[in-house]
């Protein structure tokens, strides 16, 4: 069974900066894509970036330029480096695996628990 563990999530004022990290248990990893979506309060969850296994990555338009992602096999762990912190960036973000080495968003498999970033002004 996989199991993801976010980490990394905090209280921050615009402008600054946080990094997420997420590790997994469970699986190989280095053939599953790998991901981060986030659930504001009232809002859909929505796609921040994917990262495949050939290191091609994808981002939600609110997020680039500002954010990046990036994995490390022999850590089985994936990170999200997040600059220029809006307070609209708030959310609950959640890592998520791909059943794929390419983020189809029907391939999308395991989840991690969340950890929540807030942004102040």
């Known amino acids: 069974q996989v199991q993801l563990v976010e980490s990394g999530g905090g209280l921050v004022q615009a402008g600054g900066s946080l990094k997420l990290n997420c590790t997994a248990s469970?699986?190989?990893?280095?053939?599953?894509?790998m991901g981060w979506h986030r659930q504001a309060p009232g809002k859909e969850r929505e796609l921040v970036a994917a990262?495949?296994?050939?290191?091609?990555?994808k981002y939600g338009d609110s997020v680039k330029g500002r954010f990046t992602i990036s994995r490390d096999n022999a850590k089985k762990t994936i990170y999200l480096e997040m600059n220029s912190l809006r307070p609209d960036d708030t959310a609950v973000y959640y890592c998520?695996?791909?059943?794929?080495?390419?983020?189809?968003?029907?391939?999308?498999?395991?989840w991690g628990q969340g950890t929540l970033v807030t942004v102040s002004l």
């Open positions: 990262i495949a296994t050939d290191g091609s990555t």
């Open positions: 469970g699986t190989m990893f280095s053939i599953d894509a």
């Open positions: 998520n695996q791909y059943r794929s080495s390419w983020y189809h968003p029907s391939a999308l498999d395991a």
